[in-house]
């Protein structure tokens, strides 16, 4: 398996980033709690601070505090976030589907 990494990143707002990857997959993800999550990412919890990120040299996305997210986890978070966005919507299709056959039950 190649390794994932980041060619693209642009900032959307707030704590949300648009990620483009090595594996022609792209997605956008909220960062929010990541950044509150841990200590080193505190000065991050300004969104003008937050913006200001940069792709390093790995490629990783990275900023000057010293805090950076490994591209594997940013793919993790985009693919799972797309997974669980095509499940909902499938689920609630079926359930349209499915309360359109009662209504049409209940109705003769």
């Not at 398996?1 to 990143?9: D, K, P, Q, R, S």
């Not at 709690?33 to 990120?53: E, G, N, V, W």
């Not at 900023?63 to 095509?86: H, T």
Request: proline share 3%.
């Amino acid at each position: 398996m190649n390794c994932i990494y980041l060619l693209e990143a642009r900032y959307i707002k707030d704590f949300k980033i648009f990620l483009k990857f090595n594996t022609e997959e792209s997605g956008e993800v909220d960062l929010k709690d990541t950044i509150y999550k841990y200590k080193i990412a505190t000065p991050l919890r300004d969104s003008i601070a937050f913006s200001k990120f940069y792709l390093d040299s790995w490629p990783t996305l990275a900023w000057n505090c010293g805090f950076d997210i490994a591209p594997e986890s940013l793919y993790f978070m985009v693919s799972r976030q797309k997974f669980f966005k095509e499940k909902t919507l499938a689920s609630n299709g079926k359930i349209e589907m499915e309360t359109t056959a009662a209504r049409e039950i209940n109705s003769r």
